[in-house]
């Protein structure tokens, strides 16, 4: 896959499907998406071109609203299209000035000058363009105007529920590590660096290291314990995970995020480390004393095992 990151030196398109949006988590209903790209470009020889941007729109349009935490960053999003088999993404910068950007000049500038677009692929509820005015209504009225013909991905239900990433964001924020799993279709992922803690763990049988995820854009799951997957030194262990404020420990201003990898000595401060959660075990709480702790503890690697195995 090609990564471009304007619309200078793009390469001359013979016939691009091509699609745009946020993408943010490249969920079932987004895959949905770029398989009929993938489709119809493999009938006409053609190219899939996805558009997407960078940072995500609504913390440039909305910069009086509290930030919007992402479902997946840029870099992972990359590696998401390319194991999804598509040709070139086009990764444009959203400035406050781009947003200014007429629903018309995006469909001159973009669609036909940079890319010569004969077929535009979009989601139903899709928008662009200053105050969001350009859409597949919007398309759809004047497309006599176009050179390319449109087609409409309808929205993808489970069970009975639209999947959106609005949806999985708040599955999240709700700690249903489930739900969101199953709408994104695949285990949501944390990574970042491992530093030193305050060791407290290893005191009482669960050692663990302490995530300091990079970028704080990426969205964090509600407080709690959870059963994850580890991939680390290119290997995959079994552990749990808690997201919190250590309230038996008096409690932390920011939020910890540690990991306990079971059946796991090694030293390995400094590494980098993804976690996949695949379910929650409970909620955060706070115990009488550490021995109290660590009985619960016991309770949750049990938990944990089980649903790992």
Known sequence: MQVHHNLV??????YAVVTSGTFDGVHRGHQKILMRLKEIAQLNDGQTVVITFHPHPRNIVNQNIEEMKELTKK???IDKFTDLGINHLLILPFTAEFSQISADEFIQKIYIDALNTKKLVIG???RFGKNREGGLDYLLKNNHQY????EEILRQDLENNTISSTKIRNALTEGNI????QYLGSEYELNGTIVEGDKIGRTIGFPTANLNIIDNSKLIPADG???VKISLNTKIYKGMLYIGNRPTLSGDLEKR???NIFDFEQEIYGKKMKIFLVDKIREDKKFINLQEMTHQLKEDEKNAREILK
């Open 225 to 227: 314990i959870y059963a």
């Open 257 to 259: 995020i540690e990991v």
């Open 75 to 77: 870099k992972k999003k």
């Open 178 to 181: 489930k739900m969101a799993n």
């Open 124 to 126: 139903y509820d899709h």
């Open 147 to 150: 050179h390319f013909t449109i």
């Open 9 to 14: 030196n793009l390469p001359y398109f013979s």
